[in-house]
């Protein structure tokens, strides 16, 4: 199984600075996504981002741009996807609080149940989180399909896939999914990612 890592496009900018490259308990938010997929595929993952200096945040990891600019997080695990023949374990790099055991699980479950596509139950708007998942090989042309129609959903294609759930009560056994999927988008975000981290340490 490869990692990726999703940095998105020109909405990933946080007052001007890449939301990602923000320090959560004195380290970058990158680094802490970067060190969980790695802990779990065995290697470098790859980093998906579309800002000009990107390659400079990381110079270890191999860096491409989306190869559909401009279709959003779904463009992204689409980018990600077709990028290698194996199963990609997708997490996106502002989410400070993501484990290596819950990915680890993921990537199990994904192998186990002969998914294409392999999702943790959690408690945002979509009952799914689309941007921490595994996605196989057959999601592909599933994926490009939305993206010709311009439905843009991050869970758009999985009437025409395989899907397996990690359920809630599973993803609870890692921590609170509030926490487990909190991504940094406001500088208030950044302050009780700050409070979070510092009541866990």
């Known amino acids: 199984m490869r990692g990726a890592v999703l940095a998105g496009g020109a909405a990933s900018r946080y007052g001007g600075v890449p939301k990602g490259l923000l320090e959560v308990g004195g380290r970058r938010i990158l680094d802490r996504v970067v060190d969980a997929v790695q802990a779990v595929t065995g290697e470098p993952p790859l980093l998906v ?14 860096t491409i741009p989306d190869v559909r600019p401009g279709f959003g997080s779904l463009g992204g695990i689409y980018t990600a996807v077709t990028a290698g023949p ?15 055991a819950l990915l680890r699980a993921l990537a199990d479950g994904a192998a186990a149940g002969n998914y294409d596509a392999f999702l943790p139950e959690s408690s945002g708007r979509r009952g799914l989180e689309p ?4 996605y196989g090989p057959a999601c592909g042309p599933a994926i490009e399909r939305r993206l010709e ?10 009437d025409d896939v395989r899907v397996g759930i990690l359920s809630i009560d599973q993803v609870r056994r890692f921590g609170d999914p509030d926490e487990l999927f909190f991504n940094v988008n406001t500088p208030d975000d950044l302050e009780r990612a700050e409070a979070v ?3 866990r340490a």
């Open 49 to 62: 981002a579309n800002a000009p200096d990107a390659a400079s945040w990381r110079p270890d990891l191999t």
């Open 131 to 134: 941007l921490c998942a595994v």
């Open 86 to 100: 194996a199963p990609v374990l997708c997490v996106a790099w502002d989410m400070p609080f993501v484990p290596e």
């Open 149 to 158: 129609r311009g439905d843009l959903k991050a869970i758009s294609f999985h």
């Open 197 to 199: 981290w510092r009541r």
